[in-house]
């Protein structure tokens, strides 16, 4: 008689509570959340439910302890960026042997990752200038020693939030009044992330891609490779295709590039989403999560790889799947594309029925409805959800997403 596993998972959304239940084997599902997002009908997807702000480990810690008490935890796991750290220190205390505090923060640090990516580099190995942000001076002296344009982002973080572009001298001033607002502002989800420290890096030329990918006790599987399009006034990523348009060559570049990565950052176990910068000089890390990527890329997979890189992080932490050997076929195309809306305060949503009922739709994840207020389109942040499409290329699969983006109409006012 095989006793029932006991999962703990940490933040997420209600998808990822019926994802756990279908990868778990029928395991019971702890669930710790922020009591704001925890609803009635959340009560049949979970064993228990701990309402806790779980990014304050003197909150959660206790809480985890008392409920390890109950029934020792076979995995823990987290899909969300701000759970991913909480998750990883739940590994050390309770010695569960998934990814420890340590590295899990080297990547949810940039500053951290930039370290570790200059350490573990080979000699004469390109690596991307980056310091810590301390004053206008430092950003002026950074500037004249990589050269413009120059980036400079939040060590933490999501969704491209605090994102600025130094093109030159004459802009550093401003780049600073920006980091000083966003420090004092904070990010959309506040108390989720710390707005704080921020990083400036040596800005690198080249289209954007990211490999989705799942590591198996040290062995990683580039699962896909994305392809994005970035909106060049906000640096925000309006579009993602999956395969990635690139040659044989240039993908065999991404798929090593992305082993040595993480072998680099010591990430043994689970998901990763990893982006890229195809410069001139090959395959440049721009940051990387370790967890699956925003912006239904889970869909995307699961639709032309044939796996849920989701589902096989809670099955692969219980021990429930062999790992894979090598990188999945894939069949057919895939994209989403961000939605977007005139500011104002919603007050009609068209064809999300026609549109979520097509055969061409893999998911529609809108976040607002009628009486809610839509700001500016400054940031990844100020999306409103994406749509994503499958098609028998990527080509064609960039066209029906459009189509079915121009279907959805999001009336605003005022």
């Known amino acids: 008689m095989t006793s029932t596993k006991r999962l703990l998972l940490i933040g997420g959304y209600t998808d990822h509570l019926l994802k756990a239940a279908r990868a778990s084997g029928g395991a019971e599902i702890v669930w710790c959340q922020f009591p704001e997002e925890i609803r009635p009908e959340h009560a049949d ?237 090959g395959p440049v890390i721009i940051e990387s999560q370790n967890r699956v990527g925003g912006a239904l890329l889970t869909d995307m997979v699961e639709s032309v790889y044939g796996t849920s890189p989701q589902e096989l992080a809670f099955s692969w932490a219980l021990g429930l799947v062999p790992p894979m050997t090598e990188r999945p076929a894939g069949r057919g195309g895939a994209a989403s594309w961000l939605i977007v809306a005139e500011p104002g305060r919603v007050r009609e949503v068209r064809g999300l029925d026609e549109v979520r009922g097509a055969a061409s739709t893999l998911g529609v994840d809108l976040w607002v409805g009628p009486g809610d207020v839509i700001r500016s389109f400054d940031g990844q942040w100020d999306g409103l959800g994406h749509v994503a499409s499958r098609a028998d290329t990527a080509d064609d699969a960039i066209r029906v997403c459009q189509e079915s983006l121009s279907a959805l109409r999001i009336v605003t006012e005022g």
């Open 45 to 281: 997807l979970a064993s228990e439910i701990f309402p806790v702000d779980f990014t304050d480990w003197e909150q959660l810690r206790p809480v985890v302890e008392k409920a390890y008490e109950q029934g020792a935890f076979d995995a823990v796991v987290s899909l969300t960026e701000p759970g991913l750290d909480p998750a990883a220190r739940v590994n050390d205390l309770l010695g569960l042997g998934g990814t420890g505090y340590e590295v899990s923060h080297r990547f949810t640090d940039k500053w951290l990752m930039r370290r570790r990516l200059a350490e573990a580099a080979a000699p004469g190995a390109a690596v991307v200038g980056a310091e810590l942000v301390t004053d206008r001076d430092g950003m002026a002296e950074f500037g004249a020693r990589y050269g413009y344009p120059f980036i400079v982002k939040p060590t933490s973080g999501t969704a491209s939030f605090g994102v600025v572009k130094v093109n030159g001298p004459e802009e550093v001033e401003g780049a600073w009044q920006e980091v000083c607002r966003l420090r004092d502002s904070g990010h959309p989800l506040i108390g989720a992330y710390d707005i704080d420290r921020f990083i400036m890096e040596e800005f690198v030329e080249g289209p954007l891609c990211s490999a989705e990918a799942f590591s198996f006790d040290g062995h990683h599987v580039v699962m896909a490779i994305t392809e994005a399009i970035t909106e060049e006034s906000n640096h925000v990523h309006v579009g993602h295709v999956m395969p990635a348009r690139l040659t044989p060559e240039l993908e065999a570049a991404v798929v090593r590039a992305t082993c040595e990565f993480l072998d680099a950052l010591g990430y043994r176990d689970g998901a990763s989403h990893t982006e890229f910068k195809l410069s001139p000089r």
